[in-house]
């Protein structure tokens, strides 16, 4: 499998190494250029911001060096290990990266920036007359399991400044990890400029204190907390996602998690049974009772809403949230009543379906997919309607049966705000103690599906809930190690999770936090916390 000197992470699928098999190997230099073929520009401009930033070489575009890395697509590479395949073969003055498509290229890029070194991950060299920067002989043919290897951030509860945002996609792109899931509303504040509704963010973007710790404790911290992207923000978010092959899936949480929204536009709650224009933006965790309206307006508002999200952001799918939505007020209330009443509906359940199914169908008269959590489907699930499996993974499973499509995140296993050890030195010591192992042994299809039901199961994602997290330090605390083990999983074809090699894993980590260091991510050490 991998050799000692490289240490891949991801796995690859197939790696020869040394003479004959893998040449002789290269060694970048200052003379070194990329010979960029058609197609791959946007490839070779990554390689030389970042590898050209570590090492210091010029990475010159090709004139006749003799000595180069040369990028091309390759129909054959793409016919045998798809459109994120690619095959990198070190060989004399070559090193070669040929990509089933340019995503299949640039995964090639991150694999040759890992067989560079650690130090390949800085921003500057920081040894100056380090004039040579040797790549290992071998061949590697490589490609993923899943197509769909994602993370959620969950910039709501905690809002991640745009900074953080950027510096994620490229840890998410180290990893080849491909999509960004954006939980960007929740009752606790509104985190996307929308120019039609300013006071989501006016008002739905600031609360005035914040609970500390999880829900149970007694305590806030008496300071405002808020923050939110402008539309141009998103825009650059999603232009430097897409020149990493990650796509920003945008979730916008409906019709629970909106006590913010309803905050900023009392209309849109229940207000024949709460006074809704009283409400703040929510300072506490857990499931909130002051969920929207079923009203034409409520539709109307989000229809607009979801308009504008969907010029700023070209994913294939949205994500409508639909988790935890309590019925208390829609039983109390006389207007939901009327509303069941008038579509013939047997109850609350089934008004929940009818707003995910209205969005459903908008979404697709729009040429684009929903995608919700699990409770979407309880009271029927609408047609081409995605399931995010979070509660285990019973609903990936039913969603899968029925013909629909699935995300597979059962936050037993793989959801980054749990605890990583029993102790009470965790800085956030709450939920699921999940460690570095269980979320290796982690396995996106359960045995029970057909190989039909399985090929429905997209992928998977690993879920970084932020109430206890509250800054960019916390988030790489609870995300690291786990996020690198998760991105093997979603990435190589490991064998049953009894069976994986945990050991060997480890080994590579010892390579891997040395990158980790380089790129300057605050991980849980292997050791547990700093005391
Ligand atoms: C459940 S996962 C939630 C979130 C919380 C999370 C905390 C999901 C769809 N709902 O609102 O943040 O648990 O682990």
Redesign the pocket.
């Known amino acids: 499998m991998t050799h000692p000197d490289t240490d891949l992470i991801p796995l690859p699928r197939r790696a020869q190494h040394g003479p004959p098999a893998g040449g002789e190997g290269t060694t970048l230099d200052e003379r070194t250029e990329i010979e960029a073929r058609p197609g791959t520009e946007r490839v070779a401009r990554w390689l030389r911001q970042t590898v050209g930033a570590a090492t210091g070489l010029p990475l010159a575009p090709f004139r006749d060096s003799g000595n180069r890395i040369v990028l091309r697509l390759d129909p054959e590479t793409e016919r045998e290990l798809g459109p994120e395949g690619y095959r990198l073969v070190t060989d004399g003055p070559l090193a070669l990266i040929e990509g089933g498509g340019e995503a299949g290229l640039f995964w090639g890029a991150q694999t040759l920036r890992q067989l560079l070194g650690p130090d390949a991950f800085r921003r500057a060299p920081t040894v100056p007359d380090k004039r040579t920067w040797p790549l290992p002989a071998l061949r590697i043919e490589d490609a993923p399991r899943f197509r769909w290897r994602g993370m959620m951030l969950?910039v709501a509860?905690h809002f991640l400044p745009k900074d953080g945002v950027l510096r994620y996609l490229d840890l998410l792109a180290a990893h080849k990890l491909n999509v960004l899931h954006l939980h960007l509303t929740?009752d606790q504040g509104w985190r996307i400029e929308i120019t039609r509704y300013p006071k989501l963010t006016e008002v739905g973007g600031w609360r005035e204190r914040t609970k500390l710790g999880h829900r149970a404790s007694p305590l806030w911290d008496e300071r405002p907390h808020g923050g939110f992207y402008t539309q141009d923000d998103i825009r650059e978010i999603v232009a430097y996602a897409a020149e990493r092959h990650i796509t920003v899936v945008p979730e916008i949480d409906i019709p629970g998690?909106s006590q913010a929204a309803i905050a900023a536009y009392p209309e849109l709650g229940n207000s024949d049974v709460v006074d809704t224009a009283a409400l703040k933006v929510w300072d506490t965790w857990g499931v909130n009772p002051n969920v929207l309206a079923p009203t034409e307006n409520t539709l109307r508002f989000y229809e607009n809403v979801l308009e504008e999200v969907l010029a700023l952001f070209p994913a294939p799918f949205v994500h409508i949230g639909g988790?935890?939505c309590p019925k208390d007020q829609w039983r109390a209330s006389p207007t939901a009543q009327a509303r069941i009443a008038e579509l013939g509906l047997a109850g609350e359940d089934e008004l929940q379906s009818w707003f995910i199914r209205h969005f459903d169908r908008w979404l697709t008269a729009r040429g684009r997919r929903l995608i919700g959590?699990d409770e979407i489907i309880e009271g029927g699930l609408a047609e081409g309607a995605a399931v995010s499996s979070?509660r285990g993974y019973g609903g990936g499973i039913a969603a899968a049966r029925a013909g629909h499509d699935v995300v597979m995140c059962p936050?037993q296993q793989v959801?980054l705000?749990?605890r990583q050890h029993a102790s009470m030195d965790e800085p956030v010591p709450i939920?699921f103690v999940r460690t570095l192992e269980d979320v290796y042994r982690f396995e996106p299809v359960p045995a029970e599906l057909s190989g039909e039901e399985a090929a429905r199961v997209l992928g998977t994602q690993a879920?970084a809930?932020s109430?206890v997290m509250d800054s960019q330090q916390r988030v790489d605390y609870q995300v690291f190690p786990r996020l690198t083990a998760f991105a093997e999983v979603a990435w190589s074809q490991l064998p049953p999770s009894d069976a994986r090699d945990y050991q060997d894993f480890t080994r590579r980590m010892t390579t891997h936090y040395a990158r980790l260091d380089a790129l300057g991510v605050g991980y849980r050490p292997p050791a547990g916390p700093h005391p």
Do not use: M, S, V
């Open positions: 969950d509860r929740d998690h988790d935890e959590w979070w936050e959801y705000d749990h939920g879920n809930w109430e």
